[in-house]
């Protein structure tokens, strides 16, 4: 069935008559809304497609959203009806930043023929509603910036009720930072504490706890306590306990975690949590454990924690062969501890390695790549020797040979002036011919030269030494060795 050509709503019916559930763009731009009665909408607009809505089916699409939100943190939940709610404290830099995660979760949803707006905020509350009242621009609340964001922001964004909204326009009550403004015992007194407590939990000032979700089918394990803990040497015991528990579910279903939440549920209905990621799959209860002992500084317990729970939402298979290193020496060569704690501290992003690409062109030669990804196609050049450390871009240095191609007798390069002991070269490295510009042309005259100190750079002249077709003469500093 193609899409229909007038405006689409979906009914439903609310105990009393049929009324709009959702509409899309074009039936929210001739002024229909969810809630309105269908047959008002329908007497607006006659030509108006009604489907039939599902609340069960939407409830489990939800969940399963909330389910696949997962990748990006450890604290998900779903905010019925259309709505999920992701915690990403302490998450964004693994995805590169919260302007980075923003745009790829909205991506991704595109892909998938889902239309969505995101927001992130200090609170639950903020996010919510800059997500749907919000300018998509500014949908990136700075820190301290909650209350000026939300001034502005209608009284639907708090969450109240319709009977509430309506009493809160009666009295002439529009926007937030009104509301916000107004001393808060007579409101409280004429419609009870909804009204503080959504303004407080929008603004930070209490705290508003998500149920996270936790798909039934992934590995987990939970311990409670009778008396809640306070002590990172508590804590350590229990991850210890739930490790063992969580390697042993996936020993027996032949697999290794690469991803591991572990939840701490205060008594105050919060949730806390950490989460690490593995470079390859794992189930070494000790390993793991390590791992997540060494990140219990983030944890603030407040008045104690009354249950932990540990989840491995991302595992792969792992056979009895990959889980058992063959040697004492296997095992120093083995640098994927080094990879999860580096990329557990500083970032997923910010630890790769480099690897070499079909190019002459030294800046073009390498490109970056995850740590552990595998080594396979070209390897690196052993004849043609490369400095450890390139500069990008090249620096100008003026220099002193004679043409067209014997090394330089000496070099200044930031005002200071370098006699040449040893020189070898050229090795000449022409432009790509693909590229436009007139690439193919230029050339370059490189030269590995050791100073009077012993120090050894990498030089090159931008020409042949003959003909200025190929470059304009001029020397630069490219690198080290």
Not at 162 to 175: H, K, M, N
Not at 292 to 305: A, F, K, N, T
Not at 408 to 429: L, M, N, Q, S, Y
């Amino acid at each position: 069935m193609g899409p229909p050509d007038g405006p689409l709503v979906t009914a439903t019916h609310d105990g009393r008559r049929r009324v709009i559930a959702a509409v899309d763009a074009v039936a929210a731009g001739l002024g229909l809304r969810a809630g309105m009665p269908l047959a008002q909408a329908r007497a607006l607009t006659p030509a108006l497609a009604v489907h039939e809505a599902e609340p069960a089916a939407d409830a489990d699409a939800l969940q399963r959203l909330a389910g696949w939100c997962l990748r990006y943190a450890p604290l998900v939940a779903v905010d019925p009806p259309d709505g999920v709610w992701i915690d990403i404290t302490g998450c964004a830099h693994l995805h590169g930043g919260e302007t980075a995660l923003r745009r790829d979760l909205l991506s991704r949803l595109d892909t998938q023929g889902l239309l969505a707006r995101a927001a992130i905020a200090d609170t639950p509350g903020a996010a919510h509603a800059m997500a749907r009242f919000g300018d998509p621009a500014r949908a990136i609340v700075p820190l301290e910036g909650t209350a000026a964001a939300l001034a502005d922001m209608p009284l639907a964004a708090l969450r109240l009720p319709d009977d509430v909204q309506e009493g809160l326009r009666l009295l002439g009550f529009a926007r937030i930072g009104h509301l916000a403004a107004t001393p808060r015992a007579p409101l409280t007194r004429r419609f009870g504490p909804i009204v503080a407590t959504r303004l407080d939990q929008a603004l930070g000032a209490v705290s508003e706890p998500i149920v996270p979700i936790v798909p039934a089918g992934m590995v987990q394990a939970r311990l409670g306590f009778v008396e809640p803990l306070l002590t990172a040497e508590a804590f350590s015991t229990v991850i210890a306990e739930l490790a063992g528990t969580v390697c042993g579910a996936l020993e027996q279903a032949g697999q290794g975690a690469r991803r591991l939440d572990l939840l701490f549920e205060r008594v105050d209905g919060s949730v806390q949590c950490l989460r690490v990621g593995t470079a390859r799959p794992s189930r070494d209860a000790r390993y793991l454990g390590r791992m997540l002992d060494e990140r219990l500084e983030r944890i603030d317990p407040g008045l104690g924690v009354e249950a932990m729970h540990l989840v491995a939402p991302l595992v792969e298979p792992l056979t009895h062969e990959q889980a058992r290193l063959g040697g004492a020496a296997e095992r120093e060569r083995d640098i994927a501890p080094l990879v999860d704690r580096l990329g557990n501290q500083l970032g997923a992003e910010r630890v790769y390695r480099a690897t070499p690409v079909e190019s002459d062109v030294p800046e073009r030669s390498t490109r970056r790549v995850p740590a552990l990804l595998p080594r396979r196609g070209i390897s690196w050049p052993g004849d043609l020797p490369r400095p450890v450390r390139l500069l990008d871009p090249p620096q100008p240095v003026d220099a002193m040979a004679l043409l067209p191609d014997h090394p330089p007798i000496a070099f200044t390069w930031r005002r200071v002036r370098h006699r040449v002991r040893h020189a070898d070269g050229p090795e000449r490295i022409a432009g790509e011919w693909w590229k436009r510009g007139g690439e193919m042309r230029s050339v370059r005259d490189y030269f590995r030269v050791e100073d009077e100190d012993g120090h050894r750079y990498w030089l090159f002249r931008r020409g042949d030494g003959e003909d200025r077709v190929t470059g304009d003469m001029r020397w630069f500093l490219h690198g080290f060795f």
